[in-house]
């Protein structure tokens, strides 16, 4: 079974920090892009990272760039999102997802997990 798990989301201040990570089993994962997404309540669910790791390419959200780093972890098949300078509109539940391109868009991702939550205060 394909089985992509987000954690690591939690409650910060603005300005704060918190990893996610993404740790994927049951298909190939250098095979595919992993995204990171995310919904926020009342809202459609946006790209926010993804990458392409044999060939290092990734995308990032205009709005998160210089903030996120999206990165793989080489001894296991986990890809983490490190999320720096968080704001409250970062605010969301955060996916994680196997697709095929680097799009950042939902249509191009067809393996999701179940979310993790970031909650971001003033």
């Known amino acids: 079974e394909v089985q992509l798990q987000a954690s690591g989301g939690g409650s910060v201040q603005s300005g704060g920090s918190l990893t996610l990570a993404c740790a994927a089993s049951?298909?190939?994962?250098?095979?595919?892009?992993i995204g990171w997404f995310r919904q926020a309540p009342g809202k459609g669910r946006e790209g926010v990272a993804c990458?392409?790791?044999?060939?290092?390419?990734?995308y990032y959200r205009d709005s998160v760039k210089g903030r996120f780093t999206i990165s793989r972890d080489k001894a296991e098949t986990t890809v983490n999102l490190q999320m720096n300078s968080l704001r409250p509109e970062d605010t969301a539940v955060y996916y994680c997802s196997a697709g095929s391109s680097l799009s950042g868009q939902t249509y191009d991702y067809f393996f999701w997990g179940q979310g993790t939550l970031v909650t971001v205060s003033s």
């Open positions: 990458i392409r790791e044999k060939e290092t390419l990734s």
């Open positions: 049951g298909f190939n994962f250098y095979e595919f892009e």
